[in-house]
C-alpha cells in the first residue's frame, strides 16, 4: 500500500475522544503509530478532525460549561494536539460537519450551543496559532455539488475568508453513490471554481463510491471506475485542488454497509486486496489518459 498512496488519515485515531479521552490527560499512543507509518514510507498526513459533534469523549459531551470554559475546552484541545504533531501534519480538519443538513445555519452541536455561532472563528484562530505551517480546512458531506447546504458552507467560508479568519480549504468528504450523472459531476467542477475565486482549496478527503448489493457487481465496478476517473480528472483540472482522499482502500473494511445497508463494494481493492476496475481507471487519469 506504501507504494501506491501517497496520504495518511487516521479514520478514527485522532478524533477528540480518542486524544484525550479525560479532560486534559491526552493519548496521542495510535495516532503516532499511523504517524510513525506514514513518516517511514514517505507519505504524508492529513488530521482528522478537533471539532465535530460526533466521537466527543463524555466528560466533554456531559460537562456543566459556559462559554468561556468551553472556549477554553477547544483551545486546550486544539493546541496540545496540534503542537504535539506540528509540522508533521499538512492538512488539519479543523472543523468537521458544522453545517445543518438543510444548510439552514450551523447544526446542533455542543459547540455551538454553548459558544455560540461564533465557535468557528476562534477554532480556526486557535488553529493557526498552534501550527502555523498546516493548512486549516472546514471538511463536510453533501457540500460537494451546487445545492442548499453546500451554497450555505460557500458563504460560511467566504464570510470567513472576509473577516480575517485563518481558513485554507474545504474538504469534500465526496460519499458518493455509484452511477454520479455528467450533470452532478459538472456541479462538482463548477463549486470548485467558485471556491478558487476567492482563494480557497478544495481537497477531496473521504471519497468511496457505494454500490447497491442489487445491481450486477461486475458491471456496477465499470461505471464506479468511470465515476472514480472522472472525479480525479475534475481534480486535476483545478488547480485548487491536489488532495484525493479515499476513506479507505479495500472493500473488506469500510464503513459504508454499516450505515448503508443494501451498499458496498465503495473503495478501488475488493475485499480479497485486489485492484478493482476503479484501481485502472484512477491511473489512467493520472497518467493523462
Ligand atoms: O469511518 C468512520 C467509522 O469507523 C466511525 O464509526 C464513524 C463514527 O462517527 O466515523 C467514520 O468516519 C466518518 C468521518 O469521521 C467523517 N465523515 C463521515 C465518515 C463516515 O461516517
Redesign the pocket.
Known sequence: MQKEFAMVVC??EMKFDALQPRQNSFDFSRGDRLLEFAQRNGMQMRG??LIWH??NPSWLTNGNWTRDSLLAVMKNHITTVMTHYKGKIVEWDVA??CIDDSGNGLRSSIWRNVIGQDYLDYAFKFAREADPDALLFYND?NIEDLGPKSNATFNMIKSMKERGIPIDGVGF?C?FINGMSPQYLESIDKNIKRYAEIGVIVSFT?IDIRISQSENQSTAFQVQASNYKDLMKICLANPNCNTFVM?GFTDKYT?VPG?FPGYGNPLIYDSNYNPKPAYNALKEALMGN
Request: proline share 0%; aromatic share 20%.
Open positions: 479514520e478514527n482528522h478532525t460526533n466521537q468537521n460537519e458531506y468528504q460519499h473521504e476513506w464503513w450505515t
